[in-house]
């Protein structure tokens, strides 16, 4: 890929032959393969060479985000052992081939964005706008899940299962809409839609 190969010509990544066992109990990469990898003669993920420095932007709905990529997961990886495109690279080079200039996504991924955002500066990538709304939880905080006990959606009562997500999203749904069409539900909702409302908070847990 164009992008990578552009890294590894500025001199900015490094070939790194840690194991997934060795790095097992590290929350951020310690750095060991920097110079050389630590293993020689085995295969080897890429990795950019992260500079301690302080990244932020400005979430629509979270507000000011702060995150020192450096210092929370060290240096990324750009291209796993099997030889895969990691998720950060694959992720800011496809919006920036699409042109994708608005990212609305689950607030689980926040702390992922100053990765990504670390990589369009480095790359020259134009930088989106996103915005990151509360994901729906289990009463004890995890996401929700089709292979646990989660909630199921049933779809025979659409209209009040999306009166509640209007709810959760800082809208206040008349009584009337009760009684109404889908349709009209969605075009009440497009209506009063204003991003300020919605809750600037991480998760919501769902109830019963
Ligand atoms: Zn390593």
Redesign the pocket.
Known sequence: MAALRSLQARGLTFE???SRLQLEDEIR?PG??RLH??VPGVATAT?LRVEPRSTLFSDRIQGTYRQDVAGAVGDIILKRRDQVVAYQLAVVVDDAALGVNHVVRGADLLDNTPRQIYLQTVLGLPQPVYAHVPVLTEPDDTKLAKSRRSVRLDTDSALPQLLAVFSLLGLKPPDCLAAASLGAAWDWAISEWDIKRVPKRLNVRVTG
Request: positive net charge; contains cysteine.
């Open positions: 790194c032959s840690c990469y060991t393969c990898p630590s990795r």
